[in-house]
């Protein structure tokens, strides 16, 4: 039953306009099973708040690819939370700041934001997917 | 105003001209009569348009990294370091993406938190901030040829700022920037805009300064076919010489199979000159852009060098006039200095080493060269029906029917029906050519070309080999084969 699969926002963040990775894991998360909201790109965080409402979303999965993330992404966490969406799954990945940088640094800088997992320049779809399932059923909103 | 491929009048670029310099404070700097003296001071060495005429005339294939960050002396270090460290031949400036989106207050915002922050937080240079005073600070303080390379819809106060503070080569265009760079502005705004900038450098022009100007040639940079990209060139290029533009750069993104990349720069020169010809703009200056890479790289520094040096060969070999160069830290983001650097040096080695070695038109390279010419041929008639004759008018008409389709593209305005794959050889082929309107004859050679590469891999053509393939380089091979 479509109605019944759990629905999650996907989205590029800020100014950023990088396309592909956005399709492919919109294909990606809707062949696992999960209904994908895709904002696809140009997607301000009012917009990312918005869907994930309007369609009852269990999670937020924001990409950003062009080395604004450090901007775009501060303050994503505060916004669901004054939105009543406090709990929600944040995920965040891709290019996140400008310049080669320790991934640990970033990861850490993130986590600080409220994201709940980051990931590296390079992760695949199937490594998102799984953790996403994990933490859906861990929090009782996916069945086995 | 009606969009049609015909000069503006003096009246119609005036009166948008009084609008787009009050979009932001700094657009009140901008004196065109006082811009003219201060191009008319700068030295032949840095005039790009005369640069690139002159490795044309001597075969040259000039190197040029991508290159901005947000402040104005540290941008000037960074681009004196890869003219001095680096080799290269031609300097950018690239744009940050808040600018590219006309955010202007965010790019401010960028500039004061990098400044705390003691480096860039943002992506380019905002030169629409920094004002006609801060861009001439860069083009004084460097020396070599400058050219804005940016990813902006709508450019007009970005181009008045940026010429007039001294460059003398932009990128950008109607259709290049808006399908890959843009998700809800429509074709006829964007193209309208980009008369307006190619306008301004036909004045320019009209006033003896030259400007060189560059439609974006890679598009989405995922596996474009040669024709795609190659009809929407040859578009823009029109629509900037029906404005007054003298000296025009067409560019082809790298697609990885060597006689694939070398027939597509051999048939993109020989249809611009025709097309310009019979279109009423011979006395157009056209030279290439050869971009390594677009798509995804490997992480590991030694993969990526030698993805920077095969495009460096295919550059070199293909006699392109110019090579666009990635840099070792591709797959991360944005490079270091020394990482960019780094990618020039590899660059020019090949490039020299090549530089007396003339690749053979051998039978297979006529016979792609013949397909791309056949295909784009297909695609730019079909346009000009559509527009009755108008290619602005085509163009727009040709993105809603799908006849002209750029893969992956996040524009709205974009059919998204093409599917590109490799062949078996690793040649940018269509797994579905959606509405191009080719003849059955090149829909039964991309059908082949796509069977061929199935029954070697005991798979049926899939969205799973688009996929395979977009990866297939940051993984290590150029067919993305499975796994």
Not at chain 1, 28 to 34: R, Y
Not at chain 2, 321 to 349: D, F, R, S, Y
Request: net charge negative.
């Amino acid at each position: 039953m479509e109605e019944n699969k759990v629905k999650v926002v996907l989205g590029v963040i800020g100014a950023d306009c990088h396309a592909v990775g956005n399709r492919i894991l919109e294909y990606a998360i809707a062949e696992a099973g999960l209904e994908v909201v895709n904002l696809g790109v140009l997607v301000p965080q009012t917009e990312f708040v918005n869907a994930a409402i309007e369609t009852d979303a269990k999670a937020i999965l924001v990409a950003s690819l062009y080395g604004h993330g450090e901007i775009d992404c501060r303050g994503l966490r505060a916004l669901c939370e004054e939105a009543g969406i406090a709990d929600i799954l944040l995920y965040v990945g891709g290019n996140l700041v400008v310049g080669k940088t320790d991934f640990t640094a970033v990861e850490q800088k993130f986590t600080a934001m409220g994201y709940d997992r980051v990931y590296a320049p390079g992760t695949l779809p199937d490594q998102v997917i799984a953790d996403l399932k994990g933490d859906l059923k861990q929090r009782g909103l996916l069945c086995e | 105003m009606e969009l049609r491929n015909k000069r503006w009048s003096e009246q119609e670029f005036y009166a948008m001209r009084e609008e787009v310099l009050q979009q932001w404070p700094t657009g009140r700097e901008v004196d065109f009569g006082e811009a003219v003296k201060y191009h008319e001071s700068i030295p032949a060495k840095r005039h790009f348009a005369k640069r690139l005429v002159k490795a044309k005339k001597n075969g040259e294939t000039l190197t040029q990294p991508r290159a901005g960050v947000a402040l104005i002396q540290e941008h000037i270090n960074l681009l004196n370091f890869l003219s001095q460290e680096g080799e290269a031949d031609l300097l950018p400036t690239t744009i940050d993406s808040y600018t590219r989106q006309n955010q202007y207050k965010e790019a401010q915002n960028g500039i004061d938190e990098s400044r705390r922050a003691g480096r860039s937080l943002l992506n380019g240079f905002p030169a629409v901030n920094h004002g006609v005073e801060g861009v001439r600070k860069v083009v004084e303080s460097v020396n070599a040829p400058l050219q804005v390379r940016h990813g902006t819809p709508d450019a007009r106060l970005l181009t008045e700022i940026t010429l007039a503070g001294g460059f003398t080569a932009y990128e950008g265009g109607g259709i290049s920037y808006n399908i890959p760079y843009a998700k809800n502005v429509s074709l006829e705004k964007t193209i309208l805009d980009w008369q307006y900038c190619d306008r301004l450098v036909g004045l320019y022009a009209e006033h003896g300064v030259e400007i060189n100007r560059e439609p974006f040639g890679p598009l989405t940079g995922t596996l474009v076919p040669p024709s795609v990209s190659h009809a929407v060139a040859i578009i823009e290029g029109m629509l900037a010489a029906e404005q007054g533009v003298k000296n025009i750069t067409l560019g082809y993104g790298q697609c990885g199979n060597l006689i694939q990349d070398v027939a597509a720069i051999k048939a993109l020169e020989q249809l611009a000159d025709e097309y310009f010809r019979e279109n009423g703009y011979p006395d157009c200056v056209l030279t290439t852009v050869f971009h390594q890479w677009m798509g995804g790289f490997p992480q590991d520094e030694a993969k990526a060098f030698a993805v920077i040096s095969w495009g460096a060969a295919a550059a070199a070999l293909a006699k392109a006039t110019k090579v666009i160069v990635k840099t070792p830290h591709e797959a991360l983001g944005i490079p270091t200095k020394e990482a960019n650097a780094q990618g020039l040096k590899t660059t020019k080695q090949l490039i020299n080493m090549l530089r007396d070695q003339m690749f053979p038109i051998t039978k297979d390279v006529e016979d792609e060269i013949a397909i791309i010419k056949a295909e784009t041929r297909c695609l730019l008639n079909k346009v000009f029906e559509l527009g009755q004759g108008d290619c602005a008018i085509g163009a727009v008409r040709a993105f809603q029917a799908g006849v002209l389709d750029v893969p992956f593209a996040p524009s709205k305005y974009n059919l998204n029906k093409i599917l590109p794959a490799r062949d078996n050889q690793g040649a940018v082929r269509l797994f579905d050519t959606g509405n191009l309107p080719f003849t059955p004859d090149i829909i039964d050679f991309h059908q082949q070309k796509m069977a061929e590469r199935g029954k070697a891999e005991g798979r049926n053509p899939s969205f799973q080999m688009v996929i395979d393939d977009i990866y297939a380089i940051s993984h290590g091979r150029l067919v993305g084969r499975p796994r």
